[in-house]
């Protein structure tokens, strides 16, 4: 089954109209990606340096138990990812949302800024100075990122024609 993030930008701005909001759950690829390379960067420590880390003790093995939970901890950040699918990212008509807690309102975007990173890891920031904010939205969510972010300039455009001043 296709995803919303996966379709291009006519299925949004049908939701968008149809029902007020658009939420675009975690891509799985991106998240299996992350996952892969962490999982390869956990065994490589384990077959490598980590051995060797914990029998010379000293500061090499508090540095090698620090990396390797950090690793283990992300794993665990991106498993439940995976589960779960959240945060999610959710564009309405008061503004764009990511999870529960980060949100800047259309009133408040200042600036979309241009694609930056490599690809199959492009992003922009969606900017705000007035609680200087700013929301990272990338491929996690969206597989075509630079009709996403087109999208968005589009909508920030309509609600600044539309908004009462």
């Known amino acids: 089954m296709a995803m919303i993030g996966d379709g291009p930008s006519e299925v949004w701005t049908a939701e968008l109209r149809r029902t007020g909001r658009v939420v675009f759950p975690l891509r799985r690829q991106p998240l ?3 996952t892969r390379s962490a ?10 340096q980590l051995p060797h880390a914990l029998k010379s003790g000293g500061v090499l093995r508090v540095v090698a138990v620090v ?3 950090a690793v283990l901890i992300g794993l665990c950040v991106s498993g439940w ?3 779960t ?4 990212l ?20 200042d600036t979309i800024n241009g694609l930056d990173g490599p690809a199959g890891d492009r992003s922009f920031a969606v900017g705000s ?6 929301l990272r939205l990338g491929e996690q969510h969206v597989r075509d990122v630079v ?11 309509e609600h600044r024609r539309t908004a009462p001043r």
């Open 85 to 88: 699918r959240r945060p999610t």
């Open 32 to 34: 299996l990606r992350q």
């Open 67 to 69: 990396v390797t939970t």
């Open 147 to 157: 009709a996403f972010r087109d999208w968005l300039i589009d909508l920030l455009e």
């Open 129 to 134: 100075s007035i609680r200087r904010r700013r």
């Open 81 to 83: 990812q995976l589960l």
């Open 39 to 48: 999982v390869i960067l956990l065994v490589l420590l384990a077959t490598t």
């Open 90 to 109: 959710t564009i309405d008509t008061t503004g764009v949302r990511r999870g529960r807690r980060r949100f800047v309102s259309w009133s408040e975007i």
